[in-house]
């Protein structure tokens, strides 16, 4: 072991420790991402719906238009309790607060607004007398408040059994309660606290406490008291963990036990707000005393009464993601306690993950320095699959919640660290060379480069390559009106937006020459298609230019456009690294680089700015190609075949193109038997051409030119046979 590399592990266990430790104390930040990953999972998994005897009557919206504004007097939801009891509903519980006195009741309407005798005022109706009087005897649960003031207690109308240590420490702390009226008090069969997330920092439930405790008495929520009178039970049996003071395992309701977390919360496991949970105040308050499918969904359900109106503020946020009404999560609440779907976090879930990060931390420090960062990121996404199927598969399926997140990124930032300890330091001769070489080199190469041995070594090896040389049209014309300064910015300008082309294709750069490019396929990797794949990027640096001399992007306004030559030619080349041993280049020579250049010149002698060589032409089946002549070669007895590139395979599979191919055949054997219908067809052809590509006037007017002038050779000499 090298001393970078022990410095590198200890560097890196001393990272790994920190995490730990940074996870032990498990700060906000990281308590959050557990609770949106958990969300993820009911969002991906919700729990089903299921036609239970919960409902919700909602005071909504056509309830308001029918009996007007909110808060309603209460005689009004006395004629509502009578109602739902005649339904057969087996609880009516209020997730609603009654505080103060009904500002409504006739008896407080006179009373503030004249003076009256007292044993008269004592003959008016009072709307809280006349809503306890609907309670008394009835199943009717009401709710109460968290309070910062007074001293208030409500009553307790259920006993505590308890198992285990004692627990009055472990639930949310009541401090004080809003009252309710005494009449209501005294006539209610039993009273929960409606607070859904007392204390929460966050706008989401996730879970509700079940319980408060003020140090000595315990406080059921509103779902569980309406369960418990549902059942006509009388006692919860509370249990504590054994030996661990303040910690609660379990409630028992009845014939319900509900796994609950250590501070006596259900954690809420929701489902979709449908509408078959809700029935409409409205309706349940018809004069015709409520429908036929009304009175079977409330009939023998345990019924919530809140409101879900937008003006009232009672809107919620779900794991889902969704804002339903607060009331619906006490009946959903009730739901999951009836379906037996719980969720849980076991109290060995902090540990497991707590080991997960030292160990997997400890493990990817150790192959980052030993083996390689590659090793170690394959073994760091092996073990990142693993926790989220084991941690997706223990909430599917037995609905338990182990936190994925944590040792995923603990693990990131370990690998991270480490990888970055290694190429800073342990990888600093690799480093070298990619500094010295990568302005030079394409990056397909920089890998061979560091990656093979001896890879440079002076030579080089033959190759099937596509080469392509590009240049620039007018340059003495163009050069000669700019200043230096300006046609260095023109060419950087025009050469960066062309060689992106070259790159994005799978090409090598090989060199700029002045207002020229030379690149090439094939090499130093095996490309696949690399004849094609030069020409679209011909086509793309056509498009480019296009665009930049529309857009005006030289600053040439009037003056002209800027117009370009490009000659592709596949052949054998020797392609390798070329030099003195202190000071090369990656490059290709040979005949097949001097057919490419010669080539690209030709594109002036026949007007057109894409030309392929036959050989190239052989190996494009999707491209719009017409003949375009033929080239001598200084050595060589025959003459290489030439090709315009028209335009890609979209535009070689339109009917336009079709015609014109045809109409260019004919032309090219007119040519070539020197017919006196050269000029009609090339007048045609140029006609026909039409908007398919705009340097083909040029290209047609040139053939003409010829026609008009037949030189001791033709233009194009027969080469069909190369499609």
Request: hydrophobic share 45%.
């Amino acid at each position: 072991m090298t001393r970078a590399q022990q410095v590198g592990v200890l560097i890196g266990l001393a990272i790994v420790a920190a995490l730990t430790v940074l996870r032990a104390n498990d700060p906000q930040l990281l308590r959050f991402a557990r609770e949106i990953t958990f969300d993820e999972y009911q969002r991906l998994a919700p729990r089903p719906f299921e036609n239970l005897p919960v409902r919700v009557v909602d005071i909504d919206e056509a309830s308001l238009r029918e009996f007007g504004q909110w808060p309603w007097p209460r005689d009004r939801l006395a004629a509502l309790v009578n109602r739902l009891s005649e339904m057969g509903a087996a609880v009516i519980a209020f997730d609603i607060l009654f505080a103060e006195p009904d500002r409504l009741s006739p008896r407080t309407v006179v009373r503030d607004v004249m003076g009256i005798d007292p044993a008269l005022l004592e003959r008016l109706p009072d709307n809280d007398e006349i809503f306890a009087g609907a309670t008394a005897g009835k199943p009717v649960v009401l709710g109460f408040g968290l309070s910062n003031e007074g001293t208030y207690r409500p009553p307790v109308k259920a006993g505590f059994a308890f198992t285990g240590e004692s627990p009055f420490d472990a639930p949310p702390r009541l401090t004080a309660a809003t009252p309710l009226r005494p009449e209501l008090e005294a006539n209610a069969t039993g009273i929960g606290h409606i607070s859904l997330n007392p204390g929460s920092p966050t706008a989401v439930v996730r879970a509700i406490p079940l319980l408060l405790s003020d140090g000595e008495q315990l406080y059921p929520n509103l779902a569980l008291e309406a369960l418990r009178v549902a059942q006509g039970a009388s006692t919860y049996l509370v249990a504590g963990a054994t030996d661990v003071p303040d910690t609660i395992t379990r409630i028992k309701i009845g014939d319900f036990a509900v796994p609950v977390t250590a501070a006596g919360e259900l954690w809420l496991y929701v489902s979709e707000d449908r509408a078959e949970r809700y029935v409409s105040a409205a309706r349940v308050l018809a004069a015709s005393g409520g429908s036929q499918d009304v009175r079977r969904a409330l009939n023998g359900s345990i019924v919530f009464v809140g409101t879900s109106a937008a003006g009232l503020l009672d809107i919620r946020t779900t794991a889902l993601g969704h804002n339903v009404p607060g009331v619906s999560l006490h009946a959903q609440a009730v739901e999951q306690i009836l379906s037996g779907r719980f969720l849980s976090r076991p109290d060995w879930a902090d540990g497991l993950e707590i080991l997960l990060i030292a160990v997997a931390g400890s493990l990817l420090v150790m192959l980052t320095t030993f083996v390689s960062p590659g090793v170690a990121l394959a073994c760091g996404l092996l073990i990142t699959g693993l926790a989220l199927a084991a941690s997706w598969t223990a909430f599917l399926y037995a609905g338990l919640l182990f936190d994925p997140l944590a040792p995923i990124l603990s693990g990131s930032v370990t690998h991270f660290a480490a990888t970055a300890y290694r190429f800073l330091v342990m990888d600093r001769e690799r480093r070298v060379v990619r500094r010295a070489f990568g302005q030079y080199l394409s990056p397909s190469l920089l890998y061979r480069i560091e990656h093979t041995q001896n890879a440079l070594r002076l030579g080089g090896d033959d190759r099937e390559l596509t080469i392509m040389f590009v240049d620039v049209r007018n340059f003495t014309e163009i050069s000669e009106r700019l200043a230096p300064r300006e046609l260095v910015g023109f060419l950087n300008t025009l050469l960066d937006a062309l060689s992106r082309h070259v790159i994005a294709n799978e090409g090598t750069l090989d060199k700029f020459i002045g207002d020229s490019i030379m690149a090439f396929w094939n090499a130093p990797v095996d490309v696949t298609d690399h004849a094609g794949k030069a020409v679209r990027s011909a086509l793309a640096m056509r498009e480019t230019l296009s665009r930049l001399n529309d857009s005006d992007a030289f600053g040439f306004g009037s003056k002209g456009k800027v117009g370009i030559g490009i000659g592709i030619h596949t052949g054998l080349a020797c392609v390798g690294n070329m030099g003195a041993e202190t000071h090369f280049n990656y490059s290709a020579v040979g005949d097949a680089v001097n057919v490419a250049a010669r080539i690209e010149a030709a594109c002036k002698e026949i007007s057109f700015d894409i030309l392929v060589s036959e050989s190239t032409a052989k190996s494009l089946t999707d491209f719009a190609l017409l003949e375009a002549g033929a080239l001598g070669l200084k050595g060589k007895s025959t003459r290489t075949g030439l090709f315009a590139v028209v335009g890609d395979g979209q535009l070689a599979a339109s009917p336009e193109f079709a015609e014109l191919q045809h109409v260019h055949g004919e032309l090219v054997d007119a040519l070539r038997l020197r017919s006196p219908a050269c000029r009609d067809l090339a007048a045609a052809a140029k006609f026909k051409a039409g908007s398919l590509c705009s340097g083909l006037s040029d290209f047609y007017r040139r053939i003409t030119r010829r026609v008009d002038h037949f030189s001791s050779e033709p233009l194009v000499k027969s080469t069909r046979s190369a499609k």
